[in-house]
């Protein structure tokens, strides 16, 4: 079963790694990001990547959301329970107001 992760917060995250820290509080976060994919191992079927401005698009208009999405990570796991287990105590928690989604990504119906 495949699950993607999506990273939410208060902050951006292009504030969050360009914002008040310091080179090495930087160099500390992503020293446990990756722990956490080392931890994660061959459940990781895309790392992903951080996130820009999240979009809304209404007809054919579109406007910022107002809410931060701030990156995404794909696992493949067994289970929704085994997915959840190794998003517990993830690094992403350190962000303000931090928050993880997990959603199944579901089968396309065959036509």
Known sequence: ?????????????????????????RQEGM???????GKAGDRIVDGGSPLGESNVVEGSAGKPSGSFIGGY??????????????????????SP?????VLECLPMPSG
């Open 1 to 25: 079963m495949k699950f993607m992760v999506l990273y939410r917060s208060s902050a951006s995250a292009a504030d969050q790694m360009g914002g008040n820290m310091t080179p090495e509080q």
């Open 31 to 37: 020293k446990l990001w990756m722990e956490w994919f």
């Open 73 to 94: 990570t794909i696992l493949e796991c067994a289970s929704l329970d085994e997915a959840m287990g190794l998003l517990k105590d993830h690094p992403h928690f350190h």
């Open 97 to 101: 107001d931090a928050t993880i989604e």
